[in-house]
Structure formats: structure tokens, C-alpha cells
């Protein structure tokens, strides 16, 4: 395993210049999604970003010498962890002019190699795959949108004054259905107590959206990583509801069950004679009252709700996948970019 400490020196100023002139328009995306999400494997960036995971090594191979990027892979008994990415000093310098107040000298990579030895990492990247597998759906069907995809550290000061911190956000489109969501990711080191806890705080949803018209309060996804995992926390999660005034609240087990798009998704029964269906992502935004989107929507970052003034004020938005610099006709290059070293032959689909 690459060690989580690295002590760099400065980037001299012709390695900058280097790192502007290689640098385009799909590294400096790279560099915030990375930056926005913290650690992101060479799968994840490839759903994103590319249209095979060869292409994708061969640049990020040049992203990492470039110290736009640092890789790190986490210890596995057995097999082989894929690259893991974390943004160094040359991404922060890319990320600088769009970003006010940033100082790339300021950037640690150090910290943010810490996360080999986390134990959250696999929690972090389970939430990231969630997301970058919805992306990449988008990418390849017709009928649906890229996802708005918040972080779980950009939910918890959006949501700091009523004390929830959930994993992401997100905003999915299909069939001209809009749902927007909030993920708990489970990977199993709660005891079920603390799921149905957060069950509380999420009532607080309701309570701070009182009086606003639209849009409905976002669904509640838990995800599991078993059948039987998912089976055992369904029971306290519906014992902890029963009587309570929630937004929907749905569970799967993901990834084994489905996609995180199909018909995975398990609504807490309403009634004790209530027994519920599995339903696509898209249903659910149908059961919660999510409007109906026009052919052309777009979907938006959060801070476009129309939020009831007991909601906490945005942070920053995150970064949208629907702001992704690309053309959107069918991934083709962009035809004022010449850089050809900028690896920015995106792919078709």
C-alpha cells in the first residue's frame, strides 16, 4: 500500500506551466470531482469521464506524474485493490480560478493520503459508486439525466442546524420523472438502534419544509449490503416509523440485489396490512408527489430549492454532473479544443 504521508516539495514554476499547458477541460473536471468527493478509484472515474478503464489508466497515469492527482492502493489479503485518487498540490492549482479564496500552497496532500488508513474509506467509496453508477447510466440511455450528486460533508453543514448528516444528496430524471434523495449508505458497522435513530432527525425534514409548496420533501434511501442485512434493518426502521410523520423512505440491497436505478427499492410499509412493492428509483420520486419534468429539464444543484426559511442556509453547491463542461451531443470532442495531449477525446456511446 502506498504510504498515506508524503512529504512533496513546492511545484516549481515550470512544472506549472506544465500542468496548464497538458491540462483540459476533462482533467480539470477530474480534479473536481476528485476534489468534491475525496477519494475516487479508477472505475468510478471511468464512469465518469471516460469511455474504457485503458483509457482512463493511461490518463490518469499522466494526471498522477503531473501531481494533478496522488494514487494510493488500500492493503487487500487477497487480489488487488483498484488505484484510489485523492487531489495533490498541481489539481488545487488547477482548481484555484474556480474556486474563490483557494490557495493551491495551502493544499495538504498528506491529509488527503490519510484516507489509505482510513476506516471509512470503504464507506466513502461505496457512496461514490452509488453515484458514479447512476452517472453512467446517464450516460447511456436516452431517457434519463445526469445526477446532481452533494457529498456527505457537503449534506452535513447544508443540514448542520437540524443535525442530520446523511451520505449525499442526489437528483435522478428518468422517463421525465424527477426524484431528489438522500443516501444512507450501510456498510453494516451500525447496530440497527443507531439506523432507526435517524429516523428522528430526518422528521426534522418535514418540520423545516412546513408551508412550502414545492418541491416535496426528498426521499430517504438506505442502502445495504445483503438481502439479510436489508431484511433485519427493515424491521427496526419500521417499528421506529410506525406513527411518525417521514418523508418516503426506501431500502435495497445494492449491489446485489440491482442497479441502483431498477426496480431494487423496497418503501417502509404505511400500515401494518401494508405490504409494498420493490419500485424503480424513478417510482419513487412518483409515490413521494415529485413533479413531472418538461422533455428539456435539466436537472439543478440544491441550492435552486425553494427551501421554507427553518431550513439551514447552502453551503457552497456542490459540483452538478449536469454542469459537466462536455458537449451533449453524444460525447463527441470538443471542436475548439486542440490540446491533444489534454486527453480529451471523450468517447462516443
Not at 495551502?106 to 461505496?126: E, F, I, M, N, Y
Not at 444543484?301 to 451531443?329: E, H, K, V, Y
Request: hydrophobic residues 35%.
Amino acid at each position: 500500500m502506498t504510504s498515506p504521508q508524503r512529504k512533496t516539495p513546492p511545484l516549481t514554476h515550470d512544472r506549472l506551466l506544465d500542468i496548464t499547458t497538458r491540462a483540459g477541460t476533462r482533467d480539470r473536471l477530474i480534479a473536481g470531482l476528485v476534489d468534491a468527493h475525496r477519494v475516487l478509484t479508477t472505475p468510478q472515474i471511468t464512469q465518469l469521464c471516460f469511455g474504457s478503464e485503458a483509457t482512463a489508466r493511461t490518463r490518469l497515469h499522466t494526471l498522477t506524474s503531473l501531481r494533478v492527482l496522488a494514487r494510493f492502493r488500500p492493503r487487500r489479503d487477497t487480489g488487488s485493490h483498484p488505484g484510489h485518487y485523492v487531489l495533490d498540490a498541481g489539481g488545487a492549482f488547477l482548481l484555484e480560478h474556480d474556486i474563490p479564496d483557494r490557495d493551491h500552497r495551502r493544499h495538504r496532500v498528506d491529509k488527503r493520503l490519510a484516507w489509505a488508513t482510513s476506516q471509512r474509506l470503504p464507506h466513502l467509496t461505496g457512496t461514490n459508486s452509488f453515484f458514479t453508477t447512476l452517472a453512467a447510466t446517464a450516460r447511456h440511455h436516452p431517457d434519463t439525466f445526469p445526477p446532481t450528486w452533494a457529498p456527505g460533508h457537503w449534506c452535513e453543514k447544508w443540514l448542520s442546524l437540524i443535525n442530520l448528516a446523511p451520505d449525499g444528496f442526489g437528483t435522478w430524471v428518468q422517463d421525465q420523472q424527477l426524484v431528489d434523495f438522500f443516501l444512507e449508505y450501510d456498510t453494516g458497522t451500525e447496530h440497527l438502534a443507531q439506523l432507526a435513530k435517524k429516523l428522528t432527525r430526518y422528521r426534522h425534514l418535514l418540520d423545516g419544509a412546513a408551508g412550502a409548496p414545492e418541491p416535496p420533501v426528498p426521499c430517504v434511501l438506505f442502502v445495504f449490503a445483503s438481502p439479510a442485512r436489508e431484511a433485519h434493518a427493515r424491521r427496526a426502521l419500521t417499528h421506529a416509523a410506525h406513527g411518525k410523520n417521514l418523508p418516503l423512505i426506501a431500502t435495497a440491497a445494492y449491489p446485489a440485489a440491482a442497479h441502483p436505478a431498477g426496480c431494487c427499492w423496497l418503501p417502509l410499509p404505511t400500515s401494518p396490512d401494508h405490504q409494498p412493492r420493490r419500485h424503480t428509483l424513478a417510482d419513487l420520486g412518483r409515490l413521494a408527489g415529485h413533479p413531472q419534468q418538461p422533455a428539456d429539464y435539466i436537472p439543478t444543484a440544491p441550492n435552486d430549492l425553494r427551501l421554507a426559511p427553518a431550513w439551514p442556509p447552502l453551503p457552497t453547491a456542490p459540483i452538478s454532473l449536469t454542469a459537466d463542461p462536455r458537449p451533449t451531443g453524444r460525447w463527441a470532442p470538443r471542436p475548439d479544443n486542440q490540446n491533444h495531449d489534454s486527453g480529451n477525446d471523450w468517447g462516443g456511446r
